[in-house]
T-cell receptor, first 116, second 114 residues
Framework: AQSVTQLDSQVPVFEEAPVELRCNYS??????LFWYVQYPNQGLQLLLK??????LVKGINGFEAEFNKSQTSFHLRKPSVHISDTAEYFC??????????????FGKGTLLTVNP | DAGVTQSPTHLIKTRGQQVTLRCSPK?????VSWYQQALGQGPQFIFQ???????QRGNFPDRFSGHQFPNYSSELNVNALLLGDSALYLC?????????????FGPGTRLTVT
């Protein structure tokens, strides 16, 4: 079975500073990797995904992530954060084939707080 | 284009009662998945419905059951509610044969069991 570990439960940063949210996964087979964001009292919104190909994935709102198979990691980065990036971020993994026939396994989340 | 919608937004129930939550998928989507998100935790997969049948199930007891209708909308039923069932219940929809692997989430239903 697959699992996801988000190494930091909370990450405080100042506005315009860079940020990295760490995610490690474990799986005995090939995986697909995702980062979702959850703003207060809302559902989840997909930031980016890695399915195959280039290990550097670019997403919405200036976020990017790098898939590292040898280290089983998929860390999320942004070079300069804004106050509006304050939210909970979830890393997720799925194992599946043939389209959307899969379930997502989530980490416990990282609360990113951007301070002025 | 309406996204995934869920009802009700909030719900308060008493231990032992039963509850039904509803989900309408995004237009063009045929697969619905349900997740439970306890406070301070990541979402946990409950089950997935496609073609009106349960296709996958997570580690949840039989008190959790579901249904999918011909219009692809879905219900989640929880019987004999426990205090530990208090959580945000998220519905996600997708297109089964689409290789984008993207699931679209609704805003959730906040269930409080007292």
């Amino acid at each position: 079975a697959q699992s996801v570990t988000q190494l930091d439960s909370q990450v405080p940063v100042f506005e315009e500073a860079p940020v990295e949210l760490r995610c490690n996964y474990s799986s005995s087979v090939s995986v697909y990797l995702f980062w979702y964001v959850q703003y207060p009292n809302q559902g989840l919104q997909l930031l980016l995904k890695y399915l195959s190909g280039s290990t550097l994935v670019k997403g919405i709102n200036g976020f990017e992530a790098e898939f590292n198979k040898s280290q089983t990691s998929f860390h999320l980065r942004k070079p300069s954060v804004h106050i509006s990036d304050t939210a909970e971020y979830f890393c997720a993994v799925s194992v599946g084939s043939g389209g959307s026939n899969y379930k997502l396994t989530f980490g416990k989340g990282t609360l990113l707080t951007v301070n002025p | 284009d309406a996204g995934v919608t869920q009802s009700p937004t909030h719900l308060i129930k008493t231990r032992g009662q039963q509850v039904t939550l509803r989900c309408s998928p995004k237009s063009g989507h045929d697969t619905v998945s349900w997740y439970q998100q306890a406070l301070g935790q990541g979402p946990q997969f409950i089950f997935q419905y496609y073609e009106e049948e349960e296709r996958q199930r997570g580690n949840f007891p039989d008190r959790f059951s579901g249904h999918q209708f011909p219009n692809y909308s879905s219900e989640l039923n929880v019987n004999a509610l426990l205090l530990g069932d208090s959580a945000l219940y998220l519905c996600a929809s997708s297109r089964r044969l689409r290789s984008s692997y993207e699931q679209y989430f609704g805003p959730g239903t906040r269930l409080t069991v007292t």
